[in-house]
Structure formats: structure tokens, C-alpha cells
């Protein structure tokens, strides 16, 4: 997130590294074969009331316009290649897409962070089950030998 909006809206990178953010933050909350959504968890809290809306734009973003690309937000197009006497001599595709504006992008970092908050406070407990456990029985070192 950072890096794209040091790189500002306009430039090369904006899309890409928006994209790879909206990605990112949509991950833990669909389907995966190798862990559970984090949203079905019961440790964690939910979505902060005030940031809903922005979670559901993020999604929505993703799901149409990254991931699917069916939405109001791109749209393909045929575009007919026309000679001096106005004939058609080729037909190409161009896709329009509509960005994710920058002035969105102050209301996705408020939700990562927010979001960074609450899962490190959901797994809190976790890690202080694995610190007392790393202290009660410390790895093995390698060479050493235990019976």
C-alpha cells in the first residue's frame, strides 16, 4: 500500500500495486483448501462497524474487477479500424478499466491497519501458549541428543 501510494495515482505502478493490496487483503476472507476463513474464525471480532462499507468495496473490487473482471468498472470493447474512405479494414478489442481512485485508498489503509490490530489481538492468546511452550521445552540444538 505504501509503495503505491509513494508511486501516486496516475503512475505505472498504481494498478499493479493496488491490485496486489486488494489481493492481499482479500485472501483471508474466501475459500481455501488449506486454511479456514478468517472472518469464520472465533477468535477474531469481525469487521470494525466503521470500516464495513470499505471491506465490502475491497471485496466487490476484487471479486469483479481483479479476479472475474465483470463489472460496471471494466468493459471490453470492439473498436472497428476504419480506412481514409471510412471502410472498415479491422475490428481490435480494448478493454477499458476503471481504477481504484486514490481517494479510496486512505479508507484501505485505515481497514488494514485496523485489520492488522485485530488479528494480532486474536492471536494473542496463541502466542502465549507457544512462548510458554518454547520456554518449558526449548528446541533442540543441532547435536544435541535427547533421550
Request: no cysteine; proline share 8%.
Amino acid at each position: 500500500m505504501k509503495l503505491a501510494v509513494d508511486a501516486a495515482e496516475g503512475s505505472a505502478l498504481w494498478e499493479p500495486l493496488i491490485s496486489h493490496a486488494i489481493t492481499a487483503y482479500t485472501r483471508p476472507f474466501i475459500l481455501s483448501k488449506v486454511r479456514a476463513r478468517l472472518d469464520h474464525m472465533p477468535e477474531f471480532p469481525g469487521i470494525p462497524n466503521e470500516l464495513q462499507d470499505v471491506h465490502d468495496t475491497v471485496r466487490k473490487y476484487r471479486n469483479t474487477t481483479i479476479a472475474h473482471s465483470q463489472s460496471d468498472l471494466v468493459m471490453p470493447l470492439p473498436i472497428a479500424i476504419l480506412d481514409d474512405t471510412g471502410n472498415g479494414k479491422d475490428v481490435i478489442g480494448v478493454t477499458l478499466i476503471h481504477p481504484v481512485p486514490g481517494a479510496f485508498i486512505g479508507h484501505f489503509a485505515d481497514l488494514i491497519m485496523a485489520m492488522e490490530d485485530l488479528v494480532d489481538q486474536a492471536t494473542q492468546p496463541v502466542l502465549k501458549r507457544l512462548r510458554a511452550w518454547l520456554n518449558l521445552d526449548p528446541p533442540m540444538l543441532m547435536g544435541d541428543r535427547r533421550s
